[in-house]
């Protein structure tokens, strides 16, 4: 007797073939959604179990099984925002979305142990820079569903309403709700080879431990941001001003001698991976305007950093 994945000539089924191909999907939506890569693949587990637990007739009934997978995997991550919001309350210390390494640096194994599937790769582009992410946690989850489904992978509101459960006229409210709050963002862009310098000279500056060249390429209004979850130490509020932050990486440096500092991109911008003891010890993105840095966001916590572990 055969199964759906296991046909009697040995070949993939079209129609699973195609429900499988949505993977890569439904991945890049859920990590949008959520700002969490082991969060967006559990959502897309659960959604698989649910297309597998329809029967024969259940599944050829769908005229569109990709369509029926984002629905259901988009509805799974509205209820998993809710329900995050509380469990960021209780979580120790700022919490910042995970950072993903290049593609290239995750194909050629630089973060063993992770899985070598290319759908388990997400597509690096604005919608995953650590600004824009940071800036999606300050939405509402309907904001940020209608936002992302909309603008970012262009599903139109009368298919966001139906995933949202609201009109499409409220859905489009939603989303150019969510289309102001990153309007100011994306006016303040910067190249990337200006940004790559910018960093550059943080990264120098820091080696040296000179607060002077520090504070020379940090905005006056900087802030940073670290996330160690309660499992290794960090800073548990924000520092901001360009002194105050300048002091904070000397710090560092300072009880930490043997840190090395290798530039690396970061959701798709440039960045460093901070490296003690033959581990990855935080990984940092950076939002540049011009030719300063007005926001870091340094992650700690290891549960973030399973890509970049080597």
Known sequence: ??????????????????VLSERRQLINLGYRFLGSLADAEDVVQETYARW???????????????GWLTKVASRICLDVLGSARARRERYVGEWIPEPLPDRTEWINGRSAGAPADPADR?????????????????????ERVAFILHDVFHYSFAEVAEIVGRSPAACRQLASTGRRRVRT??????????????????KLAWEARDIEALIAVLDPRVTTVADGGGLVSAVLRPVEGGEPVARVFVGI?????????????????????VRWAGATAAVLAFDVAGDRIRHVWAVRNPEKLRPWTS
Do not use: C, H, K
């Open 122 to 142: 997400v597509t690096l582009d604005e919608s995953v820079n650590m600004a824009f992410l940071v800036l999606l946690e300050s939405m509402t989850p309907a």
């Open 1 to 18: 007797m055969s199964t759906q994945s296991e046909p009697v000539d040995g070949r993939l089924d079209p129609g699973l073939s195609a």
């Open 185 to 202: 963002l994306r006016s303040s862009t910067t190249p990337t080879a200006q940004r790559a310098d910018v960093v550059r000279n943080f």
């Open 52 to 66: 597998y637990a329809l029967s024969r007739e259940q599944q050829e009934a769908i005229a569109s099984p990709g």
């Open 253 to 273: 440096a300072e009880r930490a001698p043997g840190l090395t500092l290798l530039e690396r991109t970061v959701n798709g911008q440039p960045g460093l991976v």
